[in-house]
């Protein structure tokens, strides 16, 4: 196999290969290096590559393979590159969270995610490209390059998992972690035209830090496949001591679901996010064909959607007092985000906000007492350009990103679980993608589903070679 199939290989194939002895971690990595080398300066996904900690770690691996007689006694990606995302801790490696006066800041811890990612036998190519602190779902912060989309560099990757998306789809790292507090994992696997999987509330540890905006945002992967996002999931999910959500660990793996068929469900579909208007006629398109296939695989599907109207002002409170609490003084920060801290001054605000948000949340998660899955757009249109928004006053970019990305912050207000899938490309060759959310804590259903739904539909197939 040459270089360029390797590159875009889904990871789960890759680690058979090591694991067969076709190809060395250190050949892998040296792989994705050079395609970093390559092309990075064209997308903007890494804000740091740390090639010689990659190369080191890629050749105690190879070594380690030459060792061993049972090969399955290695953890599952053993050898296999990834990237970690730049709102995270990683031993040795920059933490900027998006902030370019941090970006010589070096961290000298691991977060557990990234703890558990290293144990699954990853190797770590660097820290991909996030918005600053993970506020906005573009990727363009203020002294870093902004993250372009490899399918049209024209226009945005998404955000906040912008830099992780734009990798993955550019073979650059076969899959990435993300994290989502609005769509962060799911606004850029739509525009990059990829899997990813925002789990519910309490599925991956945030530890060792603490949840600073009520349960909202989570780790998650992004990858290729479902099967590949699903191994991911595997990976990171767990409970750890102290974490003030959790949940029960399934009785099989998620990887074990994509490969069961689902029983016939009842699911709901909308374009309508009240009071937005509807989506674009491509967005629109792909939610009717999901819907479509879904029939056809024998499940009872219908129009219907909870209200989410009632949810924006909080929603919206909670988001802007998460600058607040990131505690960076609000002068190191784009004006943007200064204004989204001012806004956010007042505590009494932020509880009620809070309340507000409970209180909806139990009216969302209800609807699926009757439904078990519900297919939504990500957004309600397809990728802005790269600095489309850039000479906007921050109340009208605010705006812009709410009437953008509605159909995403109720599954991070209620804490259920959420999928994209990409369903096909619009006339200027962007992926578009849908979502589906399911019950609490049932990933298992969300997984079955999307895997058969893959298995419907044409994967968009990209090999960037030349840009």
């Not at 990234?114 to 190519?125: D, W, Y």
């Not at 309508?272 to 479509?292: D, G, H, M, S």
């Not at 599907?301 to 002002?313: A, G, K, S, T, Y």
């Not at 957004?379 to 600095?387: A, F, N, S, T």
């Amino acid at each position: 196999m040459n270089s360029l199939d390797l590159a875009f290989t889904p990871a789960l194939e890759l680690a058979k290969l090591i694991r067969d002895r076709q190809i060395s971690p250190l050949e892998l990595t040296q792989v994705y290096l050079n395609r970093i080398q390559q092309y990075d300066s064209q997308l903007g996904s890494f804000f740091a590559i740390a090639g010689d900690m990659a190369m080191s770690d890629a050749k105690a691996k190879t070594e380690q393979l030459a060792q061993t007689s049972d090969i399955n006694a290695l953890p599952p990606f053993f050898g296999v590159p990834t990237a970690i995302k730049d709102l995270n801790a990683v031993a040795q490696m920059p933490l900027s969270y998006g902030i370019s006066v941090f970006r010589d800041n070096v961290a000298n811890y691991d977060d557990t995610v990234v703890t558990r990612i290293k144990k699954a036998g990853f190797i770590v190519l660097g820290k991909t490209a996030t918005s600053q602190l993970g506020s906005f779902p573009y990727t363009e912060p203020p002294g870093f390059p902004p993250t372009r989309n490899p399918w049209h560099r024209d226009y945005v990757a998404g955000g906040s998992s912008g830099g992780a998306a734009a990798a993955v789809a550019a073979g650059l790292c076969p899959i990435a972690q993300g994290s989502d507090g609005g769509g962060s994992i799911r606004i850029p696997a739509a525009c990059c035209g990829l899997v990813g999987i925002k789990p519910s509330r309490g599925r991956i540890s945030n530890a060792p830090v603490g949840d600073f905006q009520s349960g909202i945002s989570t780790h998650g992967p992004l990858g290729r496949t479902v099967a590949d996002a699903a191994a991911l999931l595997d990976v990171m999910a767990g409970y750890v001591t102290g974490d003030p959500y959790w949940l029960v660990s399934p009785e099989i793996s998620f990887l074990e679901a994509t490969r069961q068929s689902s029983i016939p469900l009842k699911i709901a579909f909308s374009t309508q996010i009240y009071p937005f208007p509807e989506p674009e006629i491509v967005i629109k398109e792909a939610v009717y064909k999901t819907a479509k296939l879904l029939a056809e695989m024998g499940h009872e599907v219908e129009p219907d959607c909870p209200d989410f109207q009632e949810l924006i002002n909080p929603f919206k409170q909670i988001w802007q007092a998460g600058i607040l609490a990131a505690g960076v003084p609000l002068k190191v920060l784009s004006p943007i985000n200064q204004w989204l801290g001012e806004q956010a001054k007042m505590t009494g605000k932020y509880l009620q906000a809070v309340h507000q948000m409970q209180i909806i949340s139990r009216q969302i998660v209800a609807f699926f007492d009757r439904f078990d899955l519900l297919v939504l757009p990500v957004y309600l249109q397809q990728p802005i350009k790269v600095g489309e928004w850039a000479n906007l006053s921050p109340e009208e970019v605010v705006e812009n990103i709410i009437k953008w990305i509605a159909p995403c912050p109720p599954c991070n207000a209620s804490g259920l679980p959420g999928i994209t899938l990409s369903m096909g490309q619009d006339e200027k060759g962007l992926p578009v993608g849908v979502q589906l959310i399911g019950k609490p804590a049932d990933e298992l259903t969300l997984i079955r589903v999307a895997a058969q739904l893959e298995q419907m539909t044409d994967r968009l197939s990209f090999k960037m070679n030349q840009l």
